[in-house]
């Protein structure tokens, strides 16, 4: 008797950033939303669900309509340019303001009171990043806050790294994520990527403990532990995709 195989569904990376990047963009528009900037954060919810797999197939169903790259390519730009022009730059605070609120938060910090990971500083993530020959962007004084994104791609493995806080002193979390091609290895091959993260310095730290975490919950979905000053959660969403986040322990 013949038995049929079901077929398995292919990871793209195309497939894989859409869902990412899609997730990311619809959060940060909801987010919106409740800071008094309705039209940036529609537009990012915009953004967001148009890249949304599941969106692409609805439209594609019942209004058969391709979203293609292309148009979808033109969406994200036309999006990014109506953001950056209607977001409301007289809402930011002077340097003055901004210069004081610094200071109060470095004084909770000594404190050990603080939604910060204590030890941890930008500047340790992407100059650690950028030794491993990554790349840095920064957007400061944006509207959500300020973000540091170190990318790399080699042998067929997408490395992304984002880093976010509130001020450009502290790290609030530290946002790590792998894409392979399946095609030319397996996810095992990102493992060392997210073992170099673990050791990133701050205070009460254990690198051997953290690298061992790594190792024991790489394929374990939402697998959490708290090491020192910081909480680690890693997240398996596919065969080709591994997500590391590193943020300050409640």
């Known amino acids: 008797m013949n038995e049929q195989i079901p077929s398995r569904k292919k990871i793209t990376v195309s497939s894989v950033s859409s869902w990412i990047f899609g997730i990311n963009f619809t959060i940060a528009g909801l987010g919106g939303l409740t800071s008094g900037e309705p039209v940036p954060a529609i537009v990012m919810l915009i953004m967001g669900t148009v890249l949304l797999p599941p969106v692409t197939k609805l439209v594609a169903t019942k209004w058969k309509f391709r979203l293609s790259r292309t148009i979808k390519a033109v969406v994200i730009i036309v999006g990014f340019i109506i ?20 200071q109060s938060e470095k004084i909770t910090i000594n404190g050990k009171n603080s939604k910060y990971i204590i030890g941890l500083a930008p500047v340790d993530v992407y100059l650690n990043m950028e030794k491993q020959g990554f790349k840095t962007e920064k957007k400061l004084g944006t509207e959500f806050g300020n973000f540091w994104i170190s990318k790399k ?47 990133l310095p701050y205070d009460n730290a254990n690198q051997q403990k953290a690298n061992q975490w790594i190792k024991d919950n790489y394929n374990r979905n939402e697998a959490t532990t708290i090491i020192g000053d910081a909480k680690f959660t890693i997240y398996v969403p596919s065969s080709a995709l591994r997500m590391l986040k590193i943020e300050k322990a409640k």
């Open 153 to 199: 791609n080699y042998a067929g493995i997408d490395y992304n790294v984002e880093t976010y806080s509130s001020n450009i002193d502290n790290i609030e979390s530290v946002q790590a994520t792998a894409i392979i091609d399946l095609s030319q290895k397996e996810i095992i091959a990102a493992q060392h990527f997210f073992i170099i993260l673990s050791s």
């Open 83 to 102: 953001f950056s022009s209607t977001i409301d730059t007289s809402k930011q605070p002077s340097k003055q303001i901004g210069q004081n609120n610094q």
